[in-house]
T-cell receptor, first 115, second 112 residues
């Protein structure tokens, strides 16, 4: 999985709880991304970061938050404000964030289920 | 709105045949297009990238075409093997290249 680790692999959450998904990369990549994947739908971008201490909202950022305090780490918090959080979450990284020349390397994913 | 369409029906083919998967897009002028492979419960793996000024790209048994007039990309796997069974995703990005949009993918089954 290209030097990107995500943990845990499976996560169960009760309604009303916040949970944090871990993403770490040892590829020395500048850019990191969080996607959500639902059955029958394409990956949808939640947040992305092109440099440490900076990140941008993607297409479905509501109910999620991120931080980028270190180059190798980009944790995602799913808050209680996210109405339908059950999904497969994928973290990715790329060398510079210019996807016209780079490709994205994905982690193995975290499957989040709300009970 | 921007839209990417991949055949939602699974593609079943016999080992040794050529598999052809389609990616169509609307309301978009991508600078490039990528194909990824995804196995169940795992993250996508990059396969090929083709730019808008390229008509065709090859890598081993894989071939991708990109027709910006038809707004379509075709992904071919020649001499297919059961190990090629997976879901294949196409993804587009614009000139800025900081964000990509993904299709839902097509599931390929190769029978021995």
């Amino acid at each position: 999985d290209g030097g990107i680790t995500q943990s845990p692999k499976y996560l169960f959450r009760k309604e009303g709880q916040n949970v944090t998904l871990s993403c770490e990369q040892n590829l020395n990549h500048d850019a990191m991304y969080w996607y959500r994947q639902d059955p029958g739908q394409g990956l949808r971008l939640i947040y992305y970061s092109q440099i440490v201490n900076d990140f941008q909202k993607g297409d479905i950022a509501e109910g999620y938050s991120v931080s980028r305090e270190k180059k190798e780490s980009f944790p995602l918090t799913v808050t209680s404000a996210q109405k339908n959080p059950t999904a497969f979450y994928l973290c990715a990284s790329s060398i510079s964030g210019d996807l016209s020349t780079d490709t994205q390397y994905f982690g193995p994913g975290t499957r989040l289920t709300v009970l | 709105s921007q839209k990417i369409e991949q055949n939602s029906e699974a593609l079943n083919i016999q080992e040794g045949k050529t598999a052809t998967l389609t990616c169509n897009y609307t309301n978009y002028s991508p600078a490039y297009l990528q194909w990824y492979r995804q196995d169940p419960g795992r993250g996508p793996v990059f396969l090929l990238l083709i730019r808008e000024n390229e008509k065709e790209k090859r890598k081993e048994r894989l071939k991708v075409t990109f027709d910006t007039t038809l707004k379509q990309s075709l992904f071919h796997i020649t001499a297919s093997q059961p190990a090629d069974s997976a879901t294949y995703l196409c993804a587009l990005a614009d000139t800025g290249g900081f964000k990509t949009i993904f299709g839902a993918g097509t599931r390929l089954f190769v029978k021995a």
